[in-house]
């Protein structure tokens, strides 16, 4: 069952885009890895600011899941739905985010992951990916709190 309170959620590393939602918030894309949607930036670019506000404001419980499915059935791709993925439970911590972390020279522990809500496991393992620009999984650290562990020993 997803958290309450994180469907509409943006991030401060997020605020670079967040003003006019020119990228695809964590939290709308937490939603379409919930529902198992995958949606195309150039789609999200293609929507108006009111209806890319509308989805991050949309529901996160089985009903609202339900219903965007159904809404974005016909501009988005099915994909499996999220379902015992590591950001979903506060299970050990993803050799990707620690290998990621490392490369920061920081370190995050068992303890602090599971500290996490939902979101932010979400976010920190969607930025720690291949791919991703390490500056904002660095802002990301930082805003949670994380950043001031220290580094690895």
Known sequence: MADTGLHNR?????????GDLRCIPMAVRRKLDLCGRKLRLQTWLGWGEARRRALLHWPDDGAGLAALIEALAEETTPLPPAHGEPWQGSGPLPPVVAA?????GLAVDEGAWASLDELQRFAL???????HGRHNLARALAEFGLADQGPIR
Do not use: I, N, Q
């Not at 990621?100 to 920061?104: I, N, P, Q, V, Y």
């Not at 393992?125 to 791919?131: A, Y």
């Open 100 to 104: 990621a972390t490392a490369e920061l």
């Open 10 to 18: 943006l991030f401060a590393f997020e605020s670079d885009f967040g």
């Open 125 to 131: 393992l969607k930025l720690s990916l291949p791919g």
